[in-house]
Structures are given as C-alpha cells and as structure tokens.
C-alpha cells in the first residue's frame, strides 16, 4: 500500500532535483511514491531522475509537454495512487520522517488535510547564501467539524500547497485540480479544498520542508500581464467561499477578505514596479485599483499592524492617506532590492513556481 504520493513538478532543475531525490531516499517510511512530472524540460532533469528511477521503483517518471506547474500537478494527481498528497517543489527537500510523521499523524486523527512548519534558505546569484526564515502554522493541535470555517482568519491567508499533506480521496471527491495561473496557483488549489468543508486538520508545529529560492529569473520576480486587469482573484474567490458558507456577516471573515484583498493589492503593486510601464502609468493603474469599492473598504478597515513588513506598513499607510503616487515612487525604490522572499501571514512562504507558463 503506497501511504503518501510526492508530487514534483519538473523544469529546468538540473542543478538542484538531486537533492530532492536525495531527501525522498533518505524517507524512513518506506510506503511511498514520487511522481516526478517532467513538464518538457529541455535540460538532463528527467536524465538525472531515470537514472535515480533506474535503482528505486518508487520513483516514478511522467513525461509530458510543457504545459505550466499547474498542467504538471494535475498529472501527478491524476497518476498518484498514495492515501495522501504530498506537494514537493523539485529544487526544495524534505526531513527524513516527513512522510513517516505526516502521515502518522493523519492515520491517528482520521484528518482529511495536515498543515506544518517549514524553512527558507534564500541565495544570491553566485550562490551565497542571503537570508533564512522559518515559518510555522499559525494553529496548532487538531481540529474537528468545520475547522476551516471556525479558523478562517488564521488560515486565509495560507496559500502554499506544499506546506501541507492532503488526503487524495478528498481532493478527487471535490474534483480539486489546479488552475492555470502563473502566479497563485497554489492559492486557488487550496481554496477550492477547504470551501468543502473538511471534517478534521491537524496542525503541526514541526519543520518538515525546507525551501530555496535561488533563481534570480523565478516566477515570482517576473512581471505578469493578466495581473494588471485580474489581480484580485484570490481575495475574490475566498469571498466567494465566504458568501457560500451564508458568512457575509460575519466580523472575522470579513476581515480576513479583506486582509487578503489588500494582500492581493500589494502584490499587484510588486508586479506593475517590475514592468516597463512609466512611474505615471503605475500611479494611473494604482488610482484605478483604489476606485473599485472593495479595494478602497479594505485598505481603509484593514490596520497597519496586520500589513507584514515595515515596507508594506509604509505603503499600506501612504494607502489610507490616499497618495498612490508616493507608494509607486517607493516601489520604484525598492524595486532592485527585491528578492523572491516573502513573508508571511498565515505562517507562509511565498515561492516561484518550479516551471515555467505554458508556452504560447
């Protein structure tokens, strides 16, 4: 019986999947699989792999076309045969008994969805290592009947998939696929399990994953066109969510939209400070954003303690005192000193995608 499936999205990762194959060798419990989804990879990615594949059987090789991290995970969901889920970036790896503990304290619990800690090794482009962070779950201990209701604001805004082991007969009864979005996929994959209303999470305060972000070039340090018009999606859909459950009126969700909805802002504004677009044309897309009601309401209702880092706070600020001018000339400032990191709500990173879009 296969316990837990991994499922690593492959592109250009050559350098750095060994460590990952390492990690998966070095699992104490035995019952698991790999799925590794080369995603048309025009490196040795999925050479290094089969010849890895070669001596274990349970590591496994899809070949497909490039279709984007979200095409890519959804073939490993479709060809994962592991009571649980477990989403593994192939330039990431994980502790020796992280299948083993998972998975443990699913089977104990009956838990449809475990949430753990994890750590963020940050480079620079010559390798040397800049910065490191350890996030955990802003819960902890078991939670049972409508955890996910009963915790939104702690959990809204936790949008990493690989943070978390899921149970595949859960995601495959709600149908849960990932959407084709350059940035936020994991957002919407999460959203669209817990709107169903799993029955029981269990939150570990334990490390079991431990990210890199090296790639000066990654997804997240790009600029995005569709973001300009759609940059709201995921505060959008969680208040979809929201209005589902008949909790329009409730003060926590209702904060906690719009908690991300600001997220979703300062995102937005990270994206137009990485365009070609003029200081003038940032300031004009920043005026429209803050026409749309919703915008307005939760930069006015959302306090400045909440904002994250002391840059967000400031810009967060200059917000409610309404000058979008100020926040563009201070995203311009900040703008070569950004790396991919992040920060933060919801015990969180935020991290590039391991393949590229789809090509066009």
Known sequence: MVRVSFILPVYNVEKCVRRAIDSLLAQTMPDFEAIFVDDGSPDRSADIISEAAAHDSRLRLI???????????????????????FFLDPDDWVEPD?????????????????????????????????????????LEGVFRGTPFR???????????????????????????????????????????????????????????YHYTESRVGSLSNSYHNERIDENFYISDALRDVVHEWGLDDSPMHSAAVKYCT?????????????????????????????????????????????????????KLLLLKLHLPGMVTILSALNRRGTAGTVGTAGGAFEKASPTPPAKL
């Not at 998975?103 to 994890?118: C, H, K, L, Q, T």
């Not at 007969?169 to 979005?181: A, D, G, S």
């Open 150 to 208: 009963d915790n939104f604001d702690k959990i809204a805004s936790s949008h990493l998939v690989t943070n978390k082991l899921m149970r595949r007969e859960f995601i495959e009864q709600h149908c849960c696929r990932f959407r084709c979005y350059d940035i936020g996929e994991d957002a919407m994959f999460f959203i669209d399990f817990y709107r169903n209303d799993p029955a029981c999470l269990v939150s570990l305060r334990k490390v079991c």
């Open 63 to 85: 070949r497909k076309e490039n279709g984007g991290v979200a095409s890519a995970r959804n073939a490993g969901l479709d060809a994962a045969r592991g009571k649980y889920i």
């Open 262 to 314: 600001v997220r979703d802002l300062q995102m937005g504004i990270k994206n137009v400070s990485l365009s070609n677009m003029s200081l003038r044309e940032r300031t004009a897309w920043l005026r429209r954003m803050m026409k749309l009601p919703r915008v307005r309401e939760a930069v006015h209702d959302t306090p400045l303690a909440s904002a994250g880092s002391r840059n967000d706070t400031v």
């Open 98 to 138: 992280a299948a083993e503990q998972l998975a443990d304290a699913a089977d104990r619990e009956d838990a449809d969805i475990v949430i753990f800690g994890s750590t963020l090794d940050t480079y620079d482009a010559s390798g040397r290592l800049v910065g490191r962070s350890t996030a955990m779950p802003p």
